[in-house]
């Protein structure tokens, strides 16, 4: 894996890794609740939002040399990008349900992970030093910071979630060092984090909100992301393959798929009449897929007016 700041060549790859968590997005809120099928959704919840902030993250520091010195312009961006739209739904879900949460909190957790990120810049340009023990520092100080935060604010729930995402964050911080590369780059480790989950993943579960349960989730999802890294730079003939080509599409619409696909019909209730957890699975990702179709053509035809696409969908 090679994140080279500067390249800002879009990576099909990481529309890929999008398109995927976002479809089990969709999929794990309509198995949410259905405790027959706690093996699907636990899969789902130790991985489909972390890497979202992974990718998230990989992407921005690609872009690092278009922002050299100019940091303030990438969170002006990123607040237009990312504030509001949260902002405009916040509002709609509001009017439509009577209340604006519905899962929102990615917005701002993002936002503020671009925050550190610009931070992360400009520390490393003033400090003069880009290493492995100064991002470990850094990462720590932020880890700190948001601990201190979530005291002091009365938004403990957004700043918890901010502190959770970092290690994603810190992830793609480190994979640029040469060393942390051939590490990842090695089958062995590959094949350890394969490992390390199928041993790991029977002590989780997500309805479990003990503080060791979200160490061992941390420890899940970054095991998916380094059998993930293994694949970014690797072609394979992917271009060829309809379902990639699919997902690619729903990951770079999987902003509008993850605000809209709420106002459809919740077909959770249906599941509780199916005997067999295989075919309930299989139908909760066909119904998934079919959702994010319909809420691809709803932002097309959002997105005719470039005023309605600015405010909804921040581009």
Known sequence: MTAKPGDTIRNSYMDFLKGIAIITVIVGHSLSGIRRMDLLFNIIYSFHMPLLFFVSAYIEEQGRGKYAVQEGRMLIKRMSGLLLPYLSWTVIYTAVSGYGDNGLWFFPVLFGLKIMHSLYWVICRKSGKDTIFADILILGGLEIVCALLAC??????????????????????LVKHETIQKLVNSEWLTAGAILAYVMIFPYFSFYDTRWITQVVRVGLSLCIIVVCCRRIDSKC???GN???????VCGENSLAIYVLHGFLIDYKMYFDMIDSAFIAGILSVALACAVAAVCIIIAKIIGISSWWRRILFGR
């Open 152 to 173: 002091l604010t009365r938004q403990p729930y957004l700043i918890n979630m901010l502190s959770y995402a970092i290690p994603y964050f810190f992830a793609v911080l």
């Open 242 to 248: 309809r379902l990639y080509s699919v997902l690619c």
């Open 237 to 239: 003939g992917r271009e």
